[in-house]
């Protein structure tokens, strides 16, 4: 028996803006790392691993839980189908706003206008980025997106829209459809999957005033808790790397009563660590399972220490999208 759990997160299973891939590509790689997930793991739900780990319990080895973060609308045509065909249970972190289109994506509003940028350069913050060949687009996309994860959301969305504007003026933002509405989500709920919050507007909690943080987490919690007629007690912090959330923010995640907090902080969650910083290693359908789960293993029948040093590793080489994404 075990008191450690890895937590895999995902986002998207077919290709968004953001995450191109070729066309089917994501649902194959999903379903072959459930067979392997069969085979290597005993995958338990997020809420109950919780629950044991707060009394005190033990988890089966190598115990799994499987997390999907931003209300992609492919969790219902194809990530859940597939964890049903494997009788394993997923846990699914929503943003409410999202599912109401009070607001978009902003990542996948940038990635769609650099695809279809219709200049050769861009002059922003003082600088002049090159946006004359797909690599050099890419880079500038990524350099911005870090640098507009360091500002408040408001300013985040606001520059994004300013960008859009100036590289493809004449590019629709990304689809409202990538992500579900609030049908969608109901449909999602009455799966029996689990469901969280993900806030009302994926803001980078650290990064706003407190009122702000409090509402974001209180206020989704709310939010889909009448919207979906199910308690919601599990949350993860948007982009949820160092830095992304605090101290406050813990606080706040508890005082809006939530039971844990999910981050994308790599290693192996444990009793040891609160509950409101839960690690977890991010993945997509493309990364190696095999390869992940044999290190984690390999390390955590050495020091803990060493796992939890070894996941940041771990996750860099899985491409690691809500870290140096959202
Ligand atoms: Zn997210």
């Known amino acids: 028996?075990?008191?450690?759990?890895?937590?895999?997160?995902?986002?998207?299973?077919?290709?968004?803006?953001?995450?191109?891939?070729?066309?089917?590509?994501?649902?194959?790689?999903?379903?072959?790392q459930l067979a392997l997930l069969d085979r290597l793991a005993t995958v338990v739900p997020l809420s109950d691993a919780v629950d044991i780990l707060a009394a005190g319990g033990s988890l089966p080895p190598r115990s799994v839980a499987l997390t999907f973060d931003d209300g992609y609308a492919d969790w219902l045509d194809a990530a859940v189908p597939a964890l049903d065909r494997h009788g394993v249970h997923g846990t699914f972190f929503l943003?409410?706003?999202?599912?109401?289109?009070?607001?978009?994506?902003?990542?996948?509003?940038?990635?769609a206008a650099f695809d279809r940028a219709e200049v050769a350069h861009l002059e922003w913050a003082g600088r002049t980025h090159?946006?004359?060949?797909?690599?050099?687009?890419?880079?500038?996309?990524?350099?911005?997106?870090?640098?507009?994860?360091?500002?408040?959301?408001?300013?985040?969305?606001?520059?994004?829209?300013?960008?859009?504007?100036?590289?493809?003026?004449?590019?629709?933002?990304?689809?409202?459809?990538?992500?579900?509405d609030w049908d969608g989500a109901r449909a999602l709920a009455a799966t029996g999957h689990g469901v969280g919050s993900h806030t009302v507007t994926h803001p980078i909690l650290a990064r706003e005033e407190p009122d702000t943080q409090l509402a974001e987490l209180t206020d989704s919690r709310r939010a889909l808790e009448d919207g979906l007629g199910q308690t919601v007690d599990l949350l993860a912090y948007p982009n949820g790397n160092k830095g992304d959330y605090d101290e406050r923010t813990m606080d706040f995640a508890e005082r809006a009563g939530y039971r844990a907090a999910i981050t994308t902080r790599a290693g192996l969650a444990s009793p040891d660590a609160s509950p409101f910083a839960m690690r977890r290693i991010l993945v997509t359908p493309h990364t190696d399972l095999g390869e992940l789960m044999g290190k984690v293993g390999?390390?955590?029948?050495k020091l803990a220490g060493a796992v939890v040093r070894r996941g940041v590793g771990l996750a860099t080489t899985?491409?690691?999208?809500?870290a140096p994404r959202t």
């Open 130 to 180: 090159d946006l004359s060949t797909p690599q050099a687009r890419h880079a500038t996309q990524e350099a911005l997106k870090s640098e507009l994860k360091l500002v408040d959301r408001a300013t985040r969305v606001a520059a994004v829209d300013a960008i859009a504007a100036r590289i493809a003026p004449s590019a629709p933002a990304a689809s409202p459809s990538l992500f579900l």
């Open 318 to 322: 899985v491409a690691d999208r809500c």
């Open 95 to 111: 943003v409410s706003d999202i599912l109401s289109r009070e607001v978009g994506a902003w990542w996948e509003d940038l990635a």
């Open 298 to 301: 390999r390390k955590s029948t």
């Open 1 to 32: 028996m075990s008191r450690r759990l890895l937590v895999l997160g995902w986002h998207n299973i077919d290709p968004t803006p953001y995450a191109p891939a070729d066309p089917e590509t994501g649902r194959r790689g999903f379903e072959r």
